[in-house]
């Protein structure tokens, strides 16, 4: 049976100390309910703050790298995928995803958002970011979801999950 994938996207620079603590909040809860999370890969910001919160519960992370080098990983990443395809990759994060939450935002984090919700995947926003939310949700009512807490992201998630798979 395949295992679902929950693709966690952030600010790799300057995430908020909030979006830290929220991404590990939800690598852990990802990996409690025994999904697998996916991330960027690299060993900054929010892709490895999730990683280590999953990894510290037990859980399965797979890191999606933008380049060859592999000094930049998560320590906390199980599977490596090597791109050497920059931001590019960013299509691969997403369509590899059951879900997406984003968690914070930044340049990255908005196109891995915008390539979900083009690709008809549903997107969770766990951002304190006004502007962001009412963008995103413009563009499409019906595939976003704002969220508060990890906990409200990961219960939609469950409710998501029951009609995509």
């Known amino acids: 049976m395949r295992k679902t994938i929950i693709g966690v996207m952030g600010p790799g620079n300057h995430p908020t100390d909030i979006d830290l603590h929220r991404a590990y909040q939800l690598g852990q809860l990802i990996a409690q309910e025994g999904w697998v999370l996916l991330t960027g890969g690299r060993k900054a910001g929010v892709m490895d703050a999730a990683s280590k919160g999953a990894q510290a519960a037990g859980g399965l992370t797979i890191g999606i790298l933008p380049d060859d080098n592999t000094s930049q990983m ?19 994060n997403v369509l590899s995803s059951d879900v997406v939450i984003a968690c914070g935002m930044g ?4 196109s891995e958002v915008a390539l979900a919700l083009n690709n008809g995947k549903q997107v969770v926003l766990l951002t304190d970011d006004q502007d962001s ?3 995103f949700i413009s563009l499409s009512p019906e595939q976003v979801f704002l969220a508060t807490s990890p906990e409200a992201a990961i219960e939609f998630v469950k409710a998501s999950l029951t009609t995509i798979l």
């Open 74 to 92: 998560s320590e906390a990443v199980d599977i490596a995928i090597i791109t050497n395809m920059g931001s590019a990759r960013n299509n691969i």
């Open 107 to 110: 340049t990255g984090t908005a």
């Open 133 to 135: 939310q009412r963008f």
